[in-house]
């Protein structure tokens, strides 16, 4: 059997600030940068605490709802490492992210929830 993962860490790219913020709560950013106005194309940074299982590797999923389904698989293999970079967002939406750890039998089920809610600009 494969450990629950823990989803720890959230970081928005908001142009040239980096915000960081634990799982259990929702991050906003926006606004001007540096009197800039124009869209930025924005990215999602997720860490999450490796699984105690060993020999796995992770799959992400995003959401656009609250406690699911998390309709869009980010990662087209599993991923070996505890982190990824969503680069996909869209301006304005709030997406919900959770992770799997995956082995050659099965896969874990969903990490803790995380909320980001992208800026519109």
């Known amino acids: 059997m494969i450990r629950l993962l823990s989803l720890h860490r959230l970081i928005a790219n908001c142009g040239l600030a980096v915000l960081v913020i634990a799982s259990a709560g929702s991050l906003a950013c926006g606004g001007e940068h540096n009197g800039q106005t124009s ?44 982190s990824f970079t969503d680069s996909t967002v869209q301006n304005g939406a709030t997406y919900y992210y959770v992770v799997t750890a995956v082995d050659q039998q099965s896969e874990s089920d969903y990490s803790n929830e995380a909320q980001i809610v992208i800026p519109t600009s």
Not at 67 to 75: C, D, E, I, S, V
Request: glycine share 4%; proline share 11%; charged share 5%.
């Open 39 to 82: 869209p930025k194309q924005h990215t999602v940074a997720l860490s999450w605490n490796p699984s105690s299982t060993s020999n796995v590797q992770y799959n992400v999923y995003r959401g656009t709802q609250h406690l699911g389904p998390y309709t869009t698989k980010l990662n087209s293999t599993p991923l070996p490492s505890t």
